[in-house]
């Protein structure tokens, strides 16, 4: 009877789960926000054309390929790759729970798709929900007692998120605790596999510790304190959730002996990451930024142990009380991420930023102009989708930098240089003075947003630009 009462409620689920993301997937034409969202998606469309994206190891090579056909339909392609990840995250964190015995099974992936940085995350190009699909999967696989096909699984996760090394390094534990040496020995499959792989792209069997993006003592996005995501857990899931979430970690502390290996496995998992990623923004090491919404990859595991804390209400004795609590509880967690508090989900973030509308602006006007340059020459990545530029093409794109304070590329007759306020400025250093030589051809502003539209006409010319006005600036 509970497993068919089980079954129906996934049933119910998965219903309103599609309902909710296809409404808002063709509703909403953000893109994550973010511009990692829009990099990952740019690796995954040209993949094809330049196979060597495949092996890139920033752009993370499971999750390029395992994209690359659906971002062929375009960004919406690859929002749909993750709301499916995101979606078999949900269906590995009900059976797991399920299994535990645990009642309201079904809250699980609720409050997993709740949680504003999954709901958030699921609508982006990012790498997160990939990963907490594969690692959900395979707890669930532990729990199943099929440990090689588990070890098989786990090891290609440092090629979805480099947080993998460290979910290698728990499961290896509990492999040499079961003593299963098969498993553990599995471990490193991932990355014999691509070792090899690489090898016959660039001749460097060892590319896959080489080029880790993140393997420096140091990082240039600064530092915070050792309690900075102890401090952001309630933008991560809500004051309501996270009351249950601190309760379900209290009971798997104080009975962590006791615990099902599966509930040990997850929440070592949980807790080896936050620490991991608290002591990296402390210590200033790894490029570490400090963003909240890395904890997309675990929250999956997050939602059981919230899970944990709310079965805390079934063990109160009069059924009344624990039905009605039950209740107003569940009403309260599910409207608040939906109402106008700070830690609820942001709708806004679903759109296109101001200054992702300012670069649709800017592509709009060049083909409306029908200017047909040489080469683009730009650094926002997000330029690339609108003005429908392979940036891999090193012909048609140069990214705009400056190096040893003159402009790079090297200009040339026909080049359109699209200089931004955020991404010239922040990513390459290209202040609006490297650019005082060239006359400017048109101007865009939105919000805090600015472009800025130069046509080098030839190495030779070189015209002052006009003091920038306030409006946008005609074509004359």
Known sequence: MAASWNKNQWKIFT????????????????????????????????????????LNHWAKPVFTLLASPFAQFGFIGVKLFNLLCAFGASYFSFKI????????????PLFYFIFPISFLTSFSGLT?????????????????????????????????????????GVFALFFIHLKNWKALLLLTAGHVIYSVVGFYHDQDILWVFTKIPYAHLSSHYGSGGLFHFTEKLNYLLGLPLLI????????IITTFKKAQITVQLLFATFLCFFIAHSLFWYL??????????????????????TLLGFDLIQKLNYTAVRKGITVAC???????????NPAAVDWEDLNLTKAQENATAVATFVKQQKLVPQRFIYTDPFLSEALNVDPFNSEIHQILAQKHGTISPKLKNGDLIIWDSWHSVIDYGVTPEFLSSLEMYKEFKNGNSIYRLY??????????????????????
């Not at 249950?244 to 009971?251: A, E, H, K, Q, T």
């Open 330 to 340: 569940i009403m309260v967690i599910v409207i608040f991420p939906f109402t106008s």
């Open 128 to 168: 997160e929900p990939l990963c907490a699909l594969v690692l959900t999967s395979s707890i669930y696989l532990f729990q199943n007692k099929n440990y090689l096909i588990t070890a098989l699984l786990i090891s290609f996760t440092p090629f979805i998120r480099s947080e993998g090394l460290l979910f290698l």
């Open 284 to 305: 200033e090491v790894f490029n570490s930024m400090g963003l909240k919404r890395v904890f997309a990859a675990v929250t999956p595991l997050m939602a059981i142990i």
């Open 455 to 476: 046509l080098y006409k030839s190495e030779q010319t070189k015209i002052k630009s006009n003091p920038i006005k306030e409006t946008a600036l005609l074509i004359r």
């Open 97 to 108: 729970v399920s299994k535990l015995g645990l009642k309201q099974a079904i809250l699980t």
């Open 15 to 54: 219903l309103l789960y599609w309902v909710a993301c296809l409404f808002i997937l063709f509703n909403f034409n953000g893109t994550g926000k973010e511009a990692d969202s829009i990099h990952h998606f740019l690796y995954a469309k040209y993949a094809a054309l330049h196979p060597e994206l495949y």
């Open 244 to 251: 249950f979430f601190i309760l379900g970690s209290l009971r």
